[in-house]
Structure formats: C-alpha cells, structure tokens
C-alpha cells in the first residue's frame, strides 16, 4: 500500500522559503505521478505541483508558477516542494497525493504540513 508522510511545513515570513518533504513507500513509484495539494481554512483543496517520477515531467498551478518549483530524488524515495517567495495566501495545509500513470484520481495517505505565512 502507498504511504506518503509530508514534513517540512512552519512559519515563514512574506518573501520567505520553505522546502516541503514527502517521503513514500510501500512500492515501486516508476509508473506514478506525485502532486502536491494544498486546502486553506474555509476551501476547497486545489492542486499545487505534479510530478511523474519516471521521466521527472512536472507541472503547476498557475498561483505558485516561477515561485515553487517540485523535485524528487529516487534515492531517497522524496518528493520535495520548494516554496519560494511566499506570499500569506500560501497559508494552507499542504498535502502529497499520488496516482498512477494510467489513471486521473489521487490518492491521499498523509496528515499533511501546515505552512503558515505571515506578511
């Protein structure tokens, strides 16, 4: 079964920096596509960065375009979020999900990070 652990999540200021972790196991990932979500208080929960782990394909909202950039390290088993200038409506919990190849929907399996920006 997959498992996804999030970590990485604090405070920051406006203009700040947090790198966001997602540690998976529990199988192979060469046939899936890791994204990071994210659900501020009183929203819904929208899609942050996707990555496909066997050829590092990525793509992004267009909220967090040229600020955040999603990596992995197949050694390790992480997907990583780097969060660049933050702005306070980056506030949200954020979550790893992942999916296969072949098909749309997500799976979520972790307690998720909280990132907290204050301005």
């Known amino acids: 079964q997959v498992r996804l652990v999030e970590s990485g999540g604090g405070l920051a200021q406006a203009g700040g920096s947090l790198r966001l972790s997602c540690a998976a196991s529990?199988?192979?990932?060469?046939?899936?596509?890791i994204a990071w979500f994210r659900q501020a208080p009183g929203k819904e929960r929208e899609f942050v960065a996707r990555?496909?782990?066997?050829?590092?394909?990525?793509a992004y909202a267009d909220s967090v375009k040229g600020r955040f950039t999603i990596s992995r390290d197949n050694a390790k088993n992480t997907v990583y979020l780097q969060t660049n200038s933050l702005k306070p409506e980056d506030t949200a919990v954020y979550y790893c999900?992942?999916?296969?190849?072949?098909?749309?929907?997500?799976?979520?399996r972790g307690q998720g990070t909280q990132v907290t920006v204050s301005s």
């Open positions: 529990g199988r192979s990932f060469s046939n899936y596509v």
């Open positions: 990555i496909n782990w066997s050829d590092g394909n990525t």
């Open positions: 999900a992942a999916r296969t190849i072949l098909t749309a929907t997500y799976v979520f």
